[in-house]
Structures are given as C-alpha cells and as structure tokens.
C-alpha cells in the first residue's frame, strides 16, 4: 500500500498517511484532517510559490534588463570622457601657446624681415616710393597675420566649447548610471559581467528559470566561457594538425620529385 505525506493544516506538521485513507489524525496537535482537502491545499501552497518565484525571477530579469545599456557602456564613456578632457587641455595649452608667444615671436620675424628689405633698398639707394610700399606691405602683413591667429583662436575656442558640451554630456550618462545603481543597489553584478553578451545571458537565464539566483547565472555564464575557450583551443589544435600534415604531404612529394 503506498504511503503519501500530507501537512496538517492546524500545526503544519508533516503526516504519512496511506493512499485509500480519507482521514487521519494528526499525532503532533490531535486536529482530524480530511487527506483530499491537505493534499488539496497542499498543492494550491506549491502552485502559489512557484509563481511567486516566477514573478520574483521576471522581476529580476527585467531590472537587468534596464541595467544592460548603462552596464555595458559605463566603461567606455568613462574612457571617452578622459580622452575628451585630454584632448580639452591640449587645445587650451595651444591657444596659451598663441596668445603668449605666438604674438610676439610673429611679430618680431614680420618686422625684421621688413627692416632687412629695408634696409637692402637703402643700400641700393632705393626712391621714397619704394620704402612708401614696403611700409603698407609690412603693415599689412602685420595686420593679416594678427588677423589669422584671431580666426585661429576662434576657431580653436569653437572646438573647446564643443568638447566640454561633449564631456557634460558624458557627465550626464555617468550620473544617470550612478542613481540606478542606487536604485538597483540589491543586483550586486562583478564588473566581468558588465558587458551586453554576459548580461544578455544572465537575463535569459534568470527568465527561463535556468538560474533562480544572480550568482548561480553568473556561474553558468562561466560555464560557457569555459566551453567556448575549450572549443576555440580544439579547433586550434585541429587547425595546427592539418597543418602539420600539409606540411609532411609536401616534404614527401619533395622527396620524391628528388
């Protein structure tokens, strides 16, 4: 006759009950009860966690679904942000390098270069004329160089003003980022998970109930690293022995051309 467990819906104690009994009473709490209703209730108790575990796992695996774009791309705007800012102190040192120095030294080469032909067309006993347009030449040399490095700076102010829009932005990604992850301080995922593939599978894990807990979909997702490593290796090995056997099939028809 076969034996089935029933609980006790007083006491919840476990029951051994046969299976042609309708009803028992409970050796823990003295409570009659009716096998068909326990079994009955149960079941329903069973069902009920079942889905609230499939819930809790949906929950889950939505949560990691929204965390997967700023995840995988926090890396990689922290990094944009720092070449940005590296390459926002380079352009500010070049406009320091125009305003302080490029100036004067510009400058200075216009005029001795003007003085020099002047100085050429003295000797050669040049008319007034010749130093009257060589004069205007120099000025407007002066001018015309003054003016290309203002369009320079300009120009150069433009791309900085540019880049910084850029790295507030990035300032912005990486905000957003930090206040879900307070959100979300409960879903504790390494940093060798934050990448779309794993995360990719560690959701699916979570919502095919494959995994019942982060730590263990993270443990299968290793699993298939592992896999994936093993696999790559054979199809090395293969590769370096088709190789090898090409090379001794050629070695052998060498020797025999010979």
Not at 208 to 224: F, G
């Amino acid at each position: 006759m076969k034996i089935q467990k029933v609980e006790c819906p007083s006491c919840g104690s476990a029951l051994d009950v046969n299976e042609d009994e309708s009803l028992v009473k409970c050796q823990y709490c003295g409570c009659n009860v009716i096998v068909e209703d326990a079994r009955r209730e149960g079941y329903n108790y069973e069902m009920g966690k079942m889905k609230a575990r499939s819930k809790s796992l949906e929950e889950l695996a939505n949560r990691i679904d929204a965390l997967m774009e700023p995840l995988s791309n926090h890396s990689k705007v922290i990094k944009e942000r720092n070449n940005l800012v590296l390459k926002c102190d380079s352009l500010g040192a070049t406009i320091q390098k125009y305003e302080k120095r490029g100036k004067l030294m510009s400058y200075g080469y216009v005029s001795c270069g003007a003085l020099l032909i002047m100085l050429i067309l003295r000797l050669a006993k040049a008319s007034t004329g010749s130093f009257l347009v060589w004069g205007i030449i120099t000025a407007l040399s002066v001018l015309a160089f003054a003016f290309f490095l203002i369009c320079k700076i300009d120009s150069i102010n433009a791309d900085i003003d540019r880049i910084q829009k850029q790295i507030a932005d990035c300032d912005k990604t990486i905000e957003d980022y930090s206040n879900l992850k307070k959100q979300n301080a409960d879903i504790d995922i390494p940093k060798k998970y934050c990448n779309k593939k794993a995360l990719t599978y560690i959701r699916d894990a979570i919502k095919s109930q494959r995994a019942q807990t982060l730590e263990y979909a993270c443990s299968l997702y290793d699993d298939v690293l592992r896999q994936e490593e093993t696999i790559k290796l054979q199809k090395e090995q293969i590769r370096l022995q088709k190789a090898n056997m090409e090379e001794l099939r050629r070695q052998g028809e060498q020797r025999y051309e010979r």
